[in-house]
């Protein structure tokens, strides 16, 4: 998903293998996921995409003036918290020694690979090209 105060910024849904950066989507404070190769769109993760990080994820300190947190780790699930509040922000990644931070926390410029999507997008991504075959679409509909 793509947190509430990026709903004005073209976006797409994440895939596999897509290659990740950290960044701010001018002129919002929030930051987001978007792909190297075209900084300008969000990428959308859905709850329980898994990413792997180029090195260890560090984050803003829960204090000013304090240095960048080291994570500890380089592999996460993206998730969604504080649902409850809707001005909040909701986007999160979730690490294997069980902390949670909130994707607009992350260092800019940090750069992470999707590793997969949940079943349920992978199903629905294997659906959509079983339409579109029995529609006839051409194949390079089906490659985009």
Same mark, same amino acid.
């Given at each position: 998903?793509?947190?509430?105060?990026?709903?004005?910024?073209?976006?797409?849904?994440?895939?596999?293998? $897509? $290659?990740?950066?950290?960044?701010?989507?001018?002129?919002?404070?929030? %930051? =987001?996921?978007?792909? *190297? %190769?075209?900084?300008?769109?969000?990428?959308?993760?859905?709850?329980?995409?898994?990413?792997?990080?180029?090195?260890?994820?560090?984050?803003?300190?829960?204090?000013?003036?304090?240095?960048?947190?080291? *994570?500890?780790?380089?592999?996460?699930?993206?998730? $969604?918290? +504080?649902?409850?509040?809707?001005?909040?922000?909701?986007?999160?990644?979730?690490?294997?020694?069980?902390?949670?931070?909130? /994707? +607009? %926390?992350?260092?800019?410029? #940090? *750069?992470?690979? /999707?590793? $997969?999507?949940?079943?349920?997008?992978?199903?629905?991504?294997?659906?959509?090209?079983?339409?579109?075959?029995? #529609? =006839?679409?051409?194949?390079? /509909?089906?490659?985009?």
């Amino acid at each position: 998903m793509c947190d509430y105060s990026l709903e004005h910024v073209a976006s797409r849904p994440a895939a596999a293998g $897509q $290659q990740l950066v950290v960044t701010r989507f001018p002129p919002f404070m929030t %930051r =987001g996921f978007a792909e *190297i %190769r075209n900084p300008g769109a969000a990428i959308c993760l859905l709850p329980g995409t898994e990413v792997a990080f180029e090195a260890e994820v560090k984050a803003e300190p829960n204090f000013p003036l304090m240095p960048k947190r080291r *994570i500890g780790e380089r592999l996460a699930r993206f998730r $969604q918290v +504080n649902l409850e509040k809707p001005t909040a922000h909701h986007d999160a990644l979730e690490f294997a020694n069980g902390e949670i931070v909130l /994707v +607009n %926390r992350l260092i800019l410029g #940090q *750069i992470a690979t /999707v590793l $997969q999507l949940p079943k349920e997008a992978v199903r629905a991504k294997a659906a959509e090209t079983s339409t579109l075959r029995a #529609q =006839g679409a051409p194949h390079s /509909v089906l490659r985009a």
